[in-house]
C-alpha cells in the first residue's frame, strides 16, 4: 500500500515556504533602504516587533474560542521565552549585519541553515542517517548540491545574457574585503546559527504544545519586551525613536505584519506540519529570489551564472524534497504493513485465539 497524494501535505507547504521566502527578501531590501535614510537597527527591530504583537494578539483570543487549546505549563512558558530570546537575538545580530553589508550577502550566507539545521537534528537525534537508506542519502546529496549552486550562483557571474536599461554591477564578494563587510559576514553567521537552533527548538515545543498562534504571540510578546530594552539601552535620545510618514514607517510595518506576524506564523506551522530540515532546505532559494528581483525591480543584469546557479539550486532541492517524501512514504507503509492483533483481519485474530486455547 502507498500513500495517496495529498495537497495539504505535498503542494501547499511548497508554494507557502516559497512565497514567505520571496517576502523575507524583499523586507530585507526594504529595511537596507531604510537604514540608507539614518534608521537606527535597534528601534527599527522594537518597531516591528511591537506591531506584529499587536495585531496577532487580538487575533490570537479570538480564534482560541474556536480552537482546541492544549493547557499552557510553566514549563511549556520558559521554553517559549527561550525561543523568543534566542529569536531576537538572531534578529539584532542579523539586521547589524546588513546594515554593515547587504542583503544579497545575508542571502548568501544563509545557504548556512541548512547545514547547521542538519546537523544539530542529527546531534538531537530528530534526524537519522542511514547509509544504505536511499532517503538519507537525498537529503544529504540534496543539501550539499543546494548549497553548491548557490555558492555557484554567488562568485560566478559569467558573460551577460540579458541586458537592462539602467545596469547595476553586482557587488563582487571576492574583492570586498574591508573590515565593514568581515563584520557583517561574521554577524550574519551567527545570526543564521541561532535561526537554526531557533527552529529546531520549535519543533521540540510544538511536540508538547501544538498550538502555533499561541506559540508565536509568547514568542512576539518576549521578543517586543527584550528589543525594546536593548533599543532604549543603546539608543537613549527620544529624537531617534521619532518616525514620519517616510520609508522607514512603510518598512517598519510591512517587517511587522508580514515577518513578524506572518512570517513567523507560517514558519511555525510548517516546521510542525514537515519538519526542521525541510523547512530550511528552501532557504538556498533565496538568491535564486533575490537575483530574479534585481533583474526585474533593480534593472540588473542577468549572467550565465545566475541561470547555471539556479540550475544546480533547482536539482538540490529536488533531491531534498524527494528524499524526505519518500522517508513520509516508507513510514506509512512500513506502519500499514505492521500487523497487530487489534487491526489483524478476522480469520487470523481466530486462529490466535484457537491457538492459545490449545496450547492452554
Not at 192 to 202: K, T
Request: hydrophobic share 50%; with cysteine.
Amino acid at each position: 500500500m502507498t500513500r495517496t497524494w495529498s495537497f495539504y501535505m505535498d503542494f501547499l507547504p511548497v508554494i507557502v515556504i516559497i512565497g514567505n521566502e520571496c517576502i523575507d527578501m524583499g523586507l530585507l531590501t526594504l529595511f537596507k533602504a531604510a537604514t540608507l535614510e539614518g534608521m537606527n537597527n535597534h528601534v527599527f527591530i522594537a518597531y516591528a516587533y511591537a506591531v506584529g504583537t499587536s495585531v496577532l494578539f487580538p487575533v490570537t483570543l479570538f480564534t482560541r474560542r474556536s480552537r482546541v487549546v492544549p493547557p499552557l505549563t510553566f514549563t511549556i512558558i520558559c521554553k517559549i521565552v527561550l525561543l523568543g530570546t534566542i529569536g531576537c537575538t538572531s534578529q539584532i545580530l542579523g539586521y547589524i549585519g546588513i546594515s554593515y553589508s547587504s542583503p544579497t550577502l545575508a542571502s548568501a550566507i544563509a545557504n548556512l541553515i541548512p547545514i547547521f539545521t542538519f546537523m544539530l537534528a542529527v546531534t538531537f537525534r530528530m534526524e537519522k542517517l542511514a547509509a544504505k537508506s536511499r532517503s538519507s542519502n537525498a537529503k544529504v546529496i540534496g543539501s550539499i548540491i543546494s548549497i553548491a549552486g548557490a555558492f555557484v550562483l554567488t562568485f560566478y557571474k559569467g558573460p551577460s545574457i540579458m541586458n537592462s536599461s539602467s545596469l547595476h554591477q553586482p557587488i563582487d564578494f571576492l574583492k570586498s574585503v574591508d573590515s565593514s563587510w568581515a563584520i557583517g559576514g561574521m554577524l550574519l553567521t551567527v545570526d543564521y546559527f541561532l535561526v537554526a537552533l531557533n527552529i529546531i527548538l520549535q519543533v521540540h515545543i510544538l511536540k508538547e504544545f501544538p498550538d502555533e498562534l499561541t506559540l508565536v504571540l509568547l514568542y512576539s510578546i518576549t521578543a517586543t519586551i527584550i528589543s525594546t530594552i536593548v533599543a532604549l539601552l543603546s539608543v537613549p535620545n527620544s529624537s531617534v525613536w521619532k518616525i514620519g510618514l517616510n520609508l522607514s514607517l512603510i518598512s517598519i510595518v510591512s517587517s511587522g505584519i508580514f515577518g513578524k506576524l506572518i512570517g513567523n506564523t507560517i514558519t511555525v506551522w510548517s516546521v510542525h506540519l514537515k519538519g526542521a530540515v525541510y523547512v530550511t532546505s528552501f532557504i538556498p532559494f533565496q538568491i535564486v529570489i533575490s537575483v530574479a528581483m534585481s533583474v526585474m525591480f533593480l534593472g540588473d543584469t542577468l549572467h550565465l551564472g545566475s541561470i547555471i546557479g539556479a540550475t544546480i539550486i533547482s536539482i538540490g532541492l529536488y533531491g531534498v524534497l524527494w528524499g524526505k517524501a519518500t522517508e513520509e512514504i516508507e513510514k506509512d507503509v512500513g506502519t500499514l504493513e505492521s500487523p497487530s492483533t487489534e487491526n489483524a483481519p478476522l480469520l487470523q485474530s481466530y486462529r490466535i485465539v484457537d491457538k492459545t486455547f490449545e496450547n492452554k
